[in-house]
């Protein structure tokens, strides 16, 4: 199987990591709409981030440890 050319793991996995990256940053000065606690709005904000990176982390070690045959293949 030849590899076609377009976009491959990295940029995949840079492209999904910008997104949760933008995602988890403008939950931060967003209010709840229920006029809930904004402690408890914070809290979920910080837990759900932190997990968020992880997420990414683990990712990136993962896209990382593969090939560069397996990288070029994975999207297309």
Do not use: C, K
């Amino acid at each position: 199987m030849v590899a076609a050319a377009g976009p491959g793991a990295v940029h995949g996995f840079v492209s999904a990591g910008g997104a949760t990256l933008t995602y988890i940053w403008a939950a931060f000065p967003l209010q709840p709409e229920d006029g809930g606690d904004p402690g408890i709005g914070l809290l979920g904000n910080v837990v759900f981030g932190a997990l968020g990176v992880t997420i990414l982390v683990l990712a990136a070690r993962r896209v990382d440890s593969l090939s560069p045959q397996v990288r070029s293949r994975i999207w297309e």
